[in-house]
């Protein structure tokens, strides 16, 4: 059976859409755009269709036009006017919208209908850094507020990941460029979220460089067989639950020992657990970075 979430509370629709509960309670009152149904103790549920309307709506109103305005177009209109919007300008807005509900509904079809959709006019990066990071980026707090499960943050980030592997290995099958230096690109033990670590292995390959990526949850002591095979290694991580920041000085500092035995080589790490990191603190060839766009800087 197919149980998609077909049902959702007026602070799932103001998570989704970025509209204030009171603001929707409003336009429902004063301009009649949904018709909630009542559970029995009178809150306010909202079908698929209402959350799709209030997701064309926002995308109409943040584009200038009032609400006044809005409610007085018929229901077949909202949906013309949100395509001539997107045809105009970018379909940025209606592409996030359009993955939420293929989220919420694992709905393997229209995400790769906005993605292709997408693909038409934009590189990867740019559906990477335009789409895809702002969409993950809301993942915490609609976790947070209960509105998705772990299952839907599970379900999109593999649908990204899968896209991630394919344009890398287009890139891969090209001969290297860059041969001054490889990474390698690893998790340390216990981290298991490799998204961020995943797009860092396609920029360095869209950029020319050889790498070798291993993964989650490698021990440094594994890391070691890498220095008999390479040397000016970049070392490259992604800490987001794993060191812990109580745990981080003692890996920075065996991770460094390690590198005595290549002085050429570096540690860069990047990740939620190292945004209080100072630079300051750190053995000289490790280097933290605050976001994936400061370290593509230096590439």
Request: glycine share 4%; charged share 20%; proline share 3%.
């Amino acid at each position: 059976m197919n149980n998609v979430k077909k049902s959702f509370s007026i602070r799932d629709m103001e998570n989704l859409s970025g509209i204030k509960a009171h603001t929707i309670r409003i336009w429902e009152k004063r301009y009649n755009l949904f018709s909630p149904e009542r559970t029995d103790t009178n809150i306010r549920t909202y079908n698929l269709a209402s959350l799709q309307k209030l997701l064309n709506i926002t995308l109409l109103y943040n584009n200038g036009y009032k609400i006044s305005k809005i409610a007085k177009l018929g229901e077949e209109k909202i949906p013309v006017l949100v395509r001539d919007i997107v045809a105009e300008k970018s379909e940025k807005s209606h592409a996030l919208n359009s993955m939420k509900l293929a989220m919420l509904n694992f709905d393997q079809s229209l995400f790769l209908q906005t993605y292709n959709g997408l693909m038409k006019e934009k590189s990867f990066t740019q559906i990477f850094n335009e789409v895809f990071i702002p969409l993950l980026n809301e993942l915490g707090l609609l976790w947070q507020t209960h509105t998705i499960s772990p299952a839907h943050e599970h379900f999109i980030a593999n649908l990204i990941k899968q896209k991630i592997y394919i344009h890398t290995e287009q890139l891969q099958l090209k001969e290297p460029t860059q041969k001054d230096k490889v990474f390698v690109l690893f998790l340390p033990e216990n981290e298991i979220h490799e998204l961020g670590l995943l797009y860092l292995n396609y920029q360095l390959a869209l950029r020319g460089y050889k790498t070798v990526y291993l993964g989650q949850t490698m021990p440094v002591e594994n890391l070691v067989d890498l220095l008999k095979y390479y040397s000016n290694i970049r070392f490259v991580s992604y800490f987001t639950v794993a060191p812990t920041k109580d745990d981080l000085e003692d890996y920075f500092k065996s991770f460094a020992e390690v590198l005595e035995m290549a002085p050429d080589s570096k540690l860069f790490v990047l990740g939620y657990q190292i945004q209080t990191v100072s630079e300051k603190t750190l053995p000289k060839a490790v280097s933290v970075f605050k976001s994936i766009e400061q370290f593509i800087q230096i590439l």
